[in-house]
């Protein structure tokens, strides 16, 4: 009977052996949470910096023209004494031009995460779908045939146009499987054979060529406010159909098969995201004139920091691609001052280098 209690009883090397093991298994926890800690530290530092990087942007854009304002004069300003020169320069220019840059960058990087999520293609870009093509031919067509010269109406145009195309590209595309090969192919195709018939009107009459050079070339040097206003309906709905959208695409990027056995639907997806595309360029097009690049290069430059999770990649884009606008219109003031150069070169010129370094990298 005492023998059966001494073994029963646990004995101070038992006690020391537990004890070993908590404390094992406690510090084999510490590091997994110690790992987690500098990823959500590294997350939130680049998303603190990429926003104060933005309102410095906006403050600079405000800031630097052909004619510059000095931060005592912006000061002068916000305390009402600054003078109607002043006042008009700054909250009739400067201040709209600051709001279409952080609105078209933000919709053209919105999209380019859209298409190279559907597409599954680094390289994917919201002109493969064709809409800068399909926005500026409808603009070419109704200044050429329809007469339309307001800043309104070729904002309706180009809207319209791009969802147009869109939606041809789409019904080619979707056809079948639907996958994204396919209508990556449909959309080069489209996009090449309106290019085409854009060319051939605009060099059929001289006149047309000569206001489509400046417009094709993409500018915010003088936004039309009522564009600017008309068009931000339009962005802020493909903005928040893309935000609803991420988590299909997510399960997208398994495959179409996993997809669907997650209950996702791969055609009503890219039915969707291609709608959500059509706004978000159709609606920066129509303020900007097509810009290159920014959506194509805007989703590389998060996606290190963001992983591939498609609603991190949106949110990030949301504020990298207004900062790369605001970075090229400023560059674009300042090169040829007091003159200035389209904000579209510059932001080609810009993008060049960023996308060979990019492909070296992952190389």
């Not at 064709?130 to 070729?154: C, D, L």
């Amino acid at each position: 009977m005492t023998a059966t209690l001494r073994e029963a009883r646990p004995t101070a090397g038992d006690a020391e052996q537990a004890a070993s093991e908590s404390v094992t298994a406690a510090g084999s926890a510490r590091p997994a949470a110690a790992d987690a800690r500098p990823g959500r530290l590294r997350t939130l530092g680049a998303a603190t910096a990429c926003v104060a990087a933005l309102c410095a942007l906006a403050v600079l854009s405000v800031l630097v023209g052909s004619r510059p304002v000095t931060p005592g004069e912006l000061g002068t300003l916000l305390a009402g004494e600054a003078g109607d020169d002043l006042a008009t320069l700054v909250l009739q220019v400067r201040v709209p031009r600051t709001i279409a840059a952080i609105v078209v960058g933000a919709a053209l990087a919105a999209a380019g995460a859209l298409m190279q999520g559907m597409t599954r293609n680094p390289l994917a870009d919201p002109g493969l779908l064709g809409v800068s093509s399909g926005a500026a031919f409808a603009v070419v067509i109704g200044m050429s045939a329809w007469g339309v010269s307001s800043a309104t109406g070729i904002a309706a145009l180009a809207v319209a146009g791009a969802g147009f195309v869109t939606a041809i590209v789409l019904v080619l595309g979707l056809r079948g499987k639907g996958d994204g090969s396919r209508l990556i192919l449909a959309g080069v195709a489209f996009s090449m054979t309106v290019a085409g018939m854009q060319a051939a009107i605009t060099l059929l009459n001289p006149r047309m060529l000569d206001a489509m050079r400046a417009w094709s070339a993409g500018s915010l040097a003088s936004p039309n406010q009522d564009v600017l206003r008309q068009s931000l309906p339009i962005i802020a709905a493909g903005v928040a159909l893309a935000l609803l959208l991420a988590r299909p695409l997510n399960a997208l990027a398994l495959g179409d098969e996993l997809a669907q056995g997650l209950g996702t639907h791969p055609l009503l997806t890219r039915a969707g995201t291609g709608l959500a595309t059509a706004c978000l360029v159709g609606g920066a097009t129509a303020i900007a004139g097509p810009l290159g690049f920014v959506g194509l290069m805007v989703p590389h430059l998060v996606r290190p920091f963001t992983g591939p999770d498609t609603t991190r990649v949106l949110l990030a884009c949301l504020a990298v691609g207004p900062a790369l606008v605001l970075l090229a219109d400023v560059l674009a003031r300042v090169v040829l001052w007091p003159g200035e150069l389209p904000v579209g070169i510059v932001s080609a010129a810009l993008g060049a280098p960023v996308l060979l370094l990019l492909v070296r990298r992952a190389r």
